[in-house]
């Protein structure tokens, strides 16, 4: 199934789009607000989930007139921020709550803003229902890719990922059987060019300081083990429908080029522009139109020169891993994705090294044994299974 819809079949907009915003208090989902605050006039926010922090909840509901909410962490049902809300909004508790959002009749576009596994479902019930996906929650389509690509309708999938939002608008008006390679650029982190005796001693807080891009703690940490770009490179195999191994990671330490298609003839061509989200959020609420610029253009008169580099996937075992758990398919990488998450959270609180985070997924890796995807429930004990492994490993690593 092609992400483009044809020229002549492009569905209609609505004069103005109405917008529900998962995870509406982290980093992808505040920017979210900003760029629907930028444009009153053709989007209309009608629906906003947080994980657990209801005052943000709140304050956005009570600023752009959200009424319907839902909190993922149904033991904040009593929180006294609930008590703010104005009359006639509607407040779901726990992550069916989250997904009942995604399906409402009132809604013409999902922003899955949601942090791993955890928006899985959400996402795909936001195609089920047919409404246009905006996702920055990668983790739904490396792990439930299979399921959620024959979803997919031409222009209803569009990806907030600055990397993926790049391949996506490098192919608008070209014939994608003509796409040989994917460029995917990556900073390298705040630790490109280490070894891997120097980054047995890096800390959290040295990992959380990303040289070009500000993300949430989470993904910060996969671009530091550049377990982000595996991941990345999976997302790209499903959305394109290119191979693994026609998917190259290129580094770009400026952020200044956010990836590149190449085709059969030799040229390439490329998305350019600043390190800001706001454009690429902006994009996909906007597609196909194009919209005022929400952030400082780059004056390329003053930059500095863009250079580009090889990955080291030797020092970053992660994403060789990562993209072997892509080769195999099936299950397994919804096994690395799951073991990723609890060794970067284990090591964000101090519990394990930053090379353990790769140990704990090899480790995961091996331990499973891949078979086709089949439902979400099966990947839902997949990852259950995978976290239970990877906590066990985490505990080892400290003894």
Not at 7 to 12: E, I, N, Q, V
Not at 51 to 75: F, I, N, Q, Y
Not at 146 to 166: N, T
Not at 223 to 234: F, P, R
Request: hydrophobic share 45%; charged share 20%.
């Amino acid at each position: 199934m092609s992400l483009f819809p044809s020229p002549d079949k492009r569905p209609m907009r609505p004069e103005v789009l109405r917008v529900a915003i998962l995870g509406c208090s982290g980093s992808i989902g505040k920017q979210t607000l900003d760029v629907c605050r930028q444009h009153p006039d053709r989007l209309k926010v009608v629906a906003l989930s947080v994980s657990s922090s209801c005052k943000a909840l709140v304050s956005a509901a009570r600023e752009l007139g959200a009424t319907h909410l839902a909190v993922a962490d149904a033991s904040h049902r009593g929180d006294p921020a609930l008590a703010e809300l104005p009359e006639g909004c509607e407040v779901g508790f726990g992550p069916q709550a989250v997904t009942g959002l995604a399906e409402l009749s009132d809604v013409d576009c999902v922003v899955n803003a949601v942090v791993g596994e955890a928006g899985m479902a959400a996402g795909y019930a936001a195609l089920a229902a047919d409404k246009i996906l905006a996702y920055a929650n990668k983790e739904s389509i490396v792990v439930a890719g299979d399921l959620l690509m024959p979803l997919a309708k031409p222009g209803r999938l569009i990806p907030v990922d600055s990397e993926h939002s790049a391949i996506f608008q490098c192919l608008v008006g070209e014939r994608e059987s003509d796409l040989v390679r994917i460029w995917l650029t990556c900073s390298g982190g705040p630790f490109y060019g280490m070894t891997r005796e120097g980054l047995e001693r890096v800390t959290p807080a040295a990992a959380l300081v990303h040289p070009t891009w500000s993300m949430g703690a989470k993904i910060t940490i996969d671009s530091a083990t550049l377990t982000n770009k595996g991941l990345e490179v999976i997302e790209a195999h499903h959305l394109f429908g290119m191979g693994v191994d026609d998917i190259q990671v290129l580094i770009q330490r400026q952020s200044r080029i956010h990836s590149m298609v190449e085709f059969a003839d030799g040229s390439v061509k490329a998305q350019l522009g600043p390190s800001d989200m706001h454009i690429p959020i902006q994009y996909a609420l906007s597609f196909p139109e194009r919209w005022c610029a929400p952030t400082k253009p780059v004056d390329w008169c003053q930059e500095v020169p863009i250079t580009f580099g090889e990955a080291d996937e030797r020092t970053f075992g992660c994403l060789a891993l990562v993209k072997e758990a892509g080769r195999i398919a099936g299950t397994m990488p919804c096994a690395a994705n799951a073991a990723n998450e609890v060794a970067n959270a284990a090591f964000r609180a101090g519990e394990c090294g930053f090379l353990d985070i790769e140990r704990v997924i090899s480790r995961v890796m091996e331990q499973t044994t891949s078979v086709p995807v089949d439902s979400l429930e099966q990947l839902s004990e997949v990852d259950a299974r995978s976290r239970d492994l990877a906590r066990k490993l985490v505990r080892e690593a400290r003894s």
